[in-house]
């Protein structure tokens, strides 16, 4: 157990720092992000090393308990932008809570609309919240825990992909609004890509994900009253 | 290294103390979530200095694609296992994403304009 745990964990961080070094070689472009590149390479190559998917899955726990003290390393950024956020704090809750109603009022509508099953609804009603606070609201609503992963991280990919082109065609230029919009639909993801833009449109994105969280998991009470 | 590794401690305290809190009240929100607005309070009152905790949590946020591969090798792996219109969750993804992109970066637009003429 302990050795696939060092297995596990030890192939993930080489093939990851390999990873970044061939995505800092090529000049950040943006399809070699190490996301796509090594989740593919250890896809791929994870069975010729004789590890299968359910002992590598075992063997990287760190990782889960990192990503919960990433989601709380937040605290940092947020701080420093406290006196930003003060000045904006309006525009920032009308846009987080105005963003979050879409995404849950849209999710229920096109889900209701292709008639979807109860439980897969509830696995995908809370995906606009970031991964550890959409699974347990999905576990609340009776949804199915694997599938939240799938769709939190899905729509995080697409909105990573997708969304600094839409801003773009859309001629949004304001860094909150950019900020907002990447931190609100893609979350830890939106927000890299939005530090590398700059500090404010990081600053919005770390605080777009965090309050979205909050705003998604206080919506998820009422579901279940109409329900 | 070892001043890394305390400030570690520190986060990893925070998010102990949030896991607690949930549990205790049981609130239907994320320990690290309770755990990150305990340390943004304790940054705000002073209680902790960002200087124990800051060179910890760069590291974490510089590297957090890192913390997504694991995650999403497994949603691959159990993509095999829905057994329904996959291009319809597909719709639902897409459809709400856009949603969520297009209405929050139009509104917070929209706003910042509506000030800015108010102003004049």
Same mark, same amino acid.
């Given at each position: 157990?302990?050795?696939?745990?060092?297995?596990?964990?030890?192939?993930?961080?080489?093939?990851?720092?390999?990873?970044?070094?061939?995505?800092?070689?090529?000049?950040?472009?943006?399809?070699?992000?190490?996301?796509?590149?090594?989740?593919?390479?250890?896809?791929?190559?994870?069975?010729?090393?004789?590890?299968?998917?359910?002992?590598?899955?075992?063997? *990287?726990?760190?990782?889960?308990?990192?990503?919960?003290?990433?989601?709380?390393?937040?605290?940092?950024?947020?701080?420093?932008?406290?006196?930003?956020?003060?000045?904006?704090?309006?525009?920032?809750?009308?846009?987080?809570?105005?963003?979050?109603?879409?995404?849950?009022?849209?999710?229920? *509508?096109?889900?209701?609309?292709?008639?979807?099953?109860?439980?897969?609804?509830?696995?995908?009603?809370?995906?606009?919240?970031?991964?550890?606070?959409?699974?347990?609201?999905?576990?609340?609503?009776?949804?199915?825990?694997?599938?939240?992963?799938?769709?939190?991280?899905?729509?995080?990919?697409?909105?990573?992909?997708?969304?600094?082109?839409?801003?773009?065609?859309?001629?949004?230029?304001?860094?909150?609004?950019?900020?907002?919009?990447?931190?609100? *639909?893609?979350?830890?993801?939106?927000?890299?890509?939005?530090?590398?833009?700059?500090?404010?449109?990081?600053?919005?994105?770390?605080?777009?994900?965090?309050?979205?969280?909050?705003?998604?998991?206080?919506?998820?009470?009422?579901?279940?009253?109409?329900? | 290294?070892? !001043?890394?590794?305390?400030?570690?401690?520190?986060? &990893?305290?925070?998010?102990?103390?949030?896991?607690?809190?949930?549990?205790?009240?049981?609130?239907?929100?994320?320990?690290?979530?309770?755990?990150?607005?305990?340390?943004?309070?304790?940054?705000?009152?002073?209680?902790?200095?960002?200087?124990?905790?800051? !060179?910890?949590?760069?590291? /974490?946020?510089? /590297?957090?694609?890192?913390? &997504?591969?694991?995650?999403?090798?497994?949603?691959?792996?159990? &993509? /095999?296992?829905? /057994?329904?219109?996959?291009? !319809?969750?597909?719709?639902?993804?897409?459809?709400?994403?856009?949603?969520?992109?297009?209405?929050?970066?139009?509104?917070?637009?929209?706003?910042?304009?509506?000030?800015?003429?108010?102003?004049?």
């Amino acid at each position: 157990m302990i050795e696939n745990m060092l297995i596990s964990t030890g192939i993930t961080v080489f093939a990851y720092l390999i990873g970044l070094k061939i995505f800092q070689a090529f000049n950040r472009n943006v399809w070699l992000n190490p996301l796509y590149t090594v989740t593919l390479f250890l896809f791929i190559f994870l069975p010729f090393l004789h590890l299968d998917y359910q002992s590598y899955e075992n063997g *990287s726990g760190v990782f889960s308990i990192l990503m919960q003290t990433a989601i709380v390393s937040l605290a940092i950024p947020l701080f420093k932008q406290w006196p930003l956020i003060k000045k904006n704090f309006k525009k920032i809750g009308m846009g987080i809570f105005v963003g979050g109603a879409a995404g849950v009022g849209s999710t229920f *509508s096109l889900a209701s609309l292709f008639g979807i099953k109860k439980d897969i609804m509830a696995s995908l009603l809370p995906k606009a919240a970031t991964l550890p606070v959409a699974l347990s609201a999905s576990g609340t609503l009776g949804g199915v825990p694997a599938l939240t992963v799938l769709f939190v991280l899905t729509s995080a990919l697409f909105s990573f992909i997708c969304g600094p082109k839409v801003l773009e065609w859309l001629n949004i230029k304001s860094k909150a609004a950019r900020g907002l919009a990447m931190g609100a *639909s893609a979350q830890a993801l939106g927000a890299s890509k939005c530090l590398q833009w700059g500090e404010e449109e990081g600053a919005m994105s770390a605080i777009a994900m965090t309050t979205t969280a909050i705003i998604v998991s206080s919506f998820i009470p009422f579901y279940m009253i109409f329900s | 290294m070892p !001043k890394v590794f305390w400030q570690f401690t520190l986060i &990893f305290s925070s998010l102990a103390f949030g896991n607690a809190i949930v549990s205790f009240f049981r609130l239907p929100l994320s320990g690290s979530i309770v755990g990150m607005l305990l340390l943004f309070l304790s940054l705000l009152t002073g209680i902790i200095q960002i200087e124990w905790v800051e !060179k910890a949590a760069n590291v /974490h946020l510089q /590297h957090m694609t890192l913390l &997504f591969i694991p995650p999403v090798i497994g949603a691959l792996v159990y &993509f /095999h296992h829905i /057994h329904m219109k996959i291009w !319809k969750l597909g719709v639902v993804i897409a459809g709400s994403s856009l949603c969520i992109i297009i209405i929050t970066g139009y509104s917070v637009e929209l706003y910042e304009k509506l000030k800015r003429r108010l102003k004049r």
